[in-house]
């Protein structure tokens, strides 16, 4: 098995329409947040299926898929390190992580990090010190940010809430809308896991925090009290 022949099931599986489509939702035009991004046209379990396929080639030539300028090489990727993380022993899962954080670049759409980092890198620093998602989270780096509060759903998932509320704090006074989608939906989760958490954290930041953050935050909140955040 070679990235040749995994790029060349790709292509027989691409749709030039529905490239073109998926180019406009996720904004590869100039100076928008995915510029430059080009698409075969694969449905996501298409992509899923030839990452399953491929899921023992080698660590290098996953590297050259990661590298690559065409989104479902990158997503193919991603989809066989999650496999070969969640397979593979200590050694096989420090060595993905390690990939992982040196492609963080090509980690480039919300796509590829929300169907990434809580399944790698989240789940490695489950038991581990988590200061790399501190650093990740005061990066310019629009997408390196996005991972580290992304991550914080493989904590959440176990109930351990304290990062995922402190780098959303971090983040509340970040400018852009996919960084207060991401900390909104992370804060969802921590609400439903114990809704008297979120309400701390809303009593302190709600009239200040982005609109568009708060919104995705209060969505399982009780009908008055969504109207109390809202409203004030």
Known sequence: ????????????????????????FFKTGEGEYGEGDVFLGLRVPETRRVARKYRTIPLTDVQELFRSGIHEHRLTALFILTEQFNRGDEVVKQQVVEMYLRNTEYVNNWDLVDSSAHKILGEWLVD???????????????WERRISIISTFA??????????????????????DLIHKASGWVLREIGKKDQSVLEEFLSEHYKTMPRTMLRYSIEKLPEDLRRFYLGK
């Open 128 to 142: 581990r010190p988590r200061d790399v998602l501190y650093d990740l989270a005061g990066s310019e780096s629009l």
């Open 155 to 176: 904590f959440i998932d176990k109930g351990d809430l304290t990062d995922a509320l402190a780098l959303a704090t971090v983040l509340v006074g970040d400018g852009h």
């Open 1 to 24: 098995m070679s990235t040749d022949e995994v790029k060349a099931e790709l292509d027989k599986l691409s749709d030039p329409e529905y490239a073109r489509r998926l180019q406009g």
